[in-house]
């Protein structure tokens, strides 16, 4: 009888932009990330309560319905210890400081470099 797999840890990718949604989630799905999507704001905060957990988040800044850091925020509060990546095509001073102060642990300009991406998403205190 074979041992069933470890479980792969859970991350909510949240960006508005299809064909570079498909490209993270491939890079995040090879670095063993169980991957949940979101094209929006809403959609993101709407699936938050149904997981039953969440290890890391990729949030980008501008998205429909609620914003970035509203998807931060809630994800912070719902799950305390889930590692944050902040992604934006707005890569200010300004920008930064609200990301972090609404608890993203890192961000990053886009356009992201997938192996600086997977740092920062497997990176730990």
């Known amino acids: 009888m074979a041992s069933p797999e470890p479980a792969r840890p859970a991350l909510l990718l949240v960006d508005d932009d299809d064909d570079l949604s498909r490209v993270l989630t491939r890079a995040l ?3 063993g990330f169980l991957v949940h999507r979101a ?3 809403s959609e993101a905060l709407a699936l938050v309560p149904h997981l039953a957990a969440l290890d890391a988040a990729v949030v980008d800044l501008v998205l429909p319905g609620a914003g970035g850091l ?4 809630r ?3 719902a799950f305390p210890r889930c590692r944050i990546v902040a992604i934006t095509g707005l890569a200010e001073p300004a920008m930064e400081q609200a990301f972090r102060a609404a608890g993203a642990d890192a961000f990053l300009p886009k356009p992201v470099e997938l192996p600086q991406l997977v740092a920062a998403v497997t990176a730990r205190p």
């Open 70 to 73: 509203e998807v931060v925020r």
């Open 29 to 31: 799905d090879r670095a």
């Open 75 to 77: 994800v912070r509060s």
């Open 39 to 41: 094209r929006t704001g």
